[in-house]
């Protein structure tokens, strides 16, 4: 058994000063006041020296460190995301991979997974190919046109059981033949509002219960213009007004891909039950600097793709923690539940991660009052 002392343990609504968090064969087996618990003899003690114990972060949305995709070097970007204190990553699929790419880098990522730090990766997350063909990187996409069955058959027999959330766009010709295909095969499958020009109607006539989130927030897309005055109702403001559907925000230090105020208007609208934090973190695919005339802020945390549009971002998830309370004034307690139990839920592995709980899985971190991270154990395991 492992014993951690000295330590005040993040949890979902709150803080458990002067705690303990003991742990044995990769599970968390107690959770309480130190004064309410005695060390076993024989148990390894880990003086956490006043230091925070959180759950290991969820990152749900990741295609790769600033110089890799995950799906090329796949132990460089895990251990450079779980140095940041990502213990569960769903690597990310984009619209530039092709059938082929997709299902020759399920196949690895897959194998990768099955021991050591891969246990970190818990499955894909496709953002593409069933979104709109335009946005960041769109000179390189290798789908366009109407998806066939033939082929996106060929996609979902090939990799659907290693695949947790499918982006998708309401406005797609096919798009509902294609999700209760993707059910058909995975009962548990997470839908995902992606890039998307759809209106909130058109939303609406997709929906099924497995739709169940909307990437990227404030970065899906506009509705049509209704008349020269204003847009229509689009994939941000369906997403608002279904509150059983959770929204993913980009929280990077500048403020770029969503202003202080956009998050927290986010935030106060879904409540802190249903608000993920991602990275949407993607390799450098441009040396863009700063041009203020056509909007291209430089910032450390943020990626460009070659036309100066904004992609994804070179971001951290504890960074992102960080940040959000910083724009928004929340806590350690509900900034780490963005980045833990509510994606945990989303996924229904909550059960086992999300939080520090009797009888879950022991990915936990030792962080400061700034949420940086010191120290990471992945199934009980320091890192």
């Known amino acids: 058994?492992?014993?951690?002392?000295?330590?005040?343990?993040?949890?979902?609504?709150?803080?458990?000063?002067?705690?303990?968090?003991?742990?044995?064969?990769?599970?968390?087996?107690?959770?309480?006041?130190?004064?309410?618990?005695?060390?076993?003899?024989?148990?390894?003690?880990?003086?956490?020296?006043?230091?925070y114990?959180?759950?290991?972060?969820?990152?749900?949305?990741?295609?790769?460190?600033?110089?890799?995709?995950?799906?090329?070097?796949?132990?460089?970007?895990?251990?450079?995301?779980?140095?940041?204190?990502?213990?569960?990553?769903?690597?990310?699929?984009?619209?530039?991979?092709?059938?082929?790419?997709?299902?020759?880098?399920?196949d690895k990522l897959k194998e990768f997974s099955k021991s050591g730090i891969g246990k970190a990766i818990k499955g894909l997350y496709m953002e593409g190919p069933f979104m709109r063909a335009s946005g960041s990187n769109s000179q390189m996409f290798k789908w366009s046109g109407e998806i066939s069955k033939e082929k996106y058959s060929a996609l979902?027999?090939?990799?659907?059981?290693?695949?947790?959330?499918?982006?998708?766009?309401?406005?797609?010709?096919?798009?509902?033949?294609?999700?209760?295909?993707?059910?058909?095969?995975?009962?548990?499958?997470?839908?995902?509002?992606?890039h998307s020009g759809a209106t909130s109607e058109q939303c609406e006539k997709v929906y099924n219960p497995n739709l169940k989130l909307q990437t990227h927030h404030g970065d899906s897309g506009q509705a049509p213009r209704i008349n020269q005055a204003k847009f229509g109702a689009g994939v941000d403001e369906y997403a608002l007004c279904d509150q059983n559907m959770f929204i993913e925000l980009i929280c990077d230090e500048s403020g770029i891909h969503l202003s202080p105020y956009s998050v927290r208007a986010a935030i106060k609208a879904k409540?802190?039950?249903?608000?993920?934090?991602?990275?949407?973190?993607?390799?450098?695919?441009?040396?863009?600097?700063?041009?203020?005339?056509?909007?291209?802020?430089?910032?450390?945390?943020?990626?460009?793709?070659?036309?100066?549009?904004?992609?994804?971002?070179?971001?951290?998830?504890?960074?992102?923690?960080?940040n959000v309370m910083s724009y928004t004034g929340y806590g350690l307690s509900h900034a780490v539940r963005f980045a833990t139990l509510n994606p945990a839920k989303l996924l229904g592995i909550d059960n086992l991660y999300g939080s520090v709980a009797v009888g879950k899985v022991a990915d936990l971190l030792l962080v400061d009052d700034?949420?940086?991270?010191?120290?990471?154990?992945?199934?009980?395991?320091?890192?």
């Open 156 to 194: 979902v027999d090939g990799i659907g059981d290693f695949v947790r959330v499918w982006a998708i766009d309401p406005d797609r010709s096919n798009i509902v033949e294609i999700m209760d295909y993707i059910k058909s095969k995975d009962p548990n499958t997470v839908f995902t509002l992606g």
């Open 1 to 51: 058994m492992k014993v951690i002392i000295n330590t005040n343990v993040i949890l979902p609504d709150g803080i458990l000063f002067d705690g303990v968090v003991a742990f044995e064969n990769g599970k968390i087996t107690a959770v309480c006041k130190e004064k309410d618990f005695t060390i076993p003899d024989g148990a390894e003690i880990i003086d956490a020296k006043g230091l």
């Open 53 to 106: 114990t959180a759950p290991g972060l969820i990152d749900i949305h990741n295609h790769g460190s600033a110089d890799d995709f995950f799906v090329d070097n796949p132990k460089a970007c895990v251990e450079h995301f779980i140095s940041h204190g990502e213990t569960t990553i769903l690597p990310t699929f984009y619209n530039t991979m092709s059938l082929e790419d997709m299902i020759q880098g399920a």
């Open 271 to 322: 409540g802190v039950e249903k608000v993920i934090l991602i990275t949407d973190s993607f390799p450098r695919t441009g040396d863009y600097k700063n041009d203020e005339s056509k909007g291209i802020k430089y910032g450390a945390d943020l990626n460009y793709d070659v036309n100066g549009l904004l992609a994804g971002s070179h971001l951290t998830l504890d960074n992102a923690v960080r």
């Open 370 to 383: 700034r949420f940086s991270v010191k120290q990471v154990y992945l199934e009980g395991e320091k890192i």
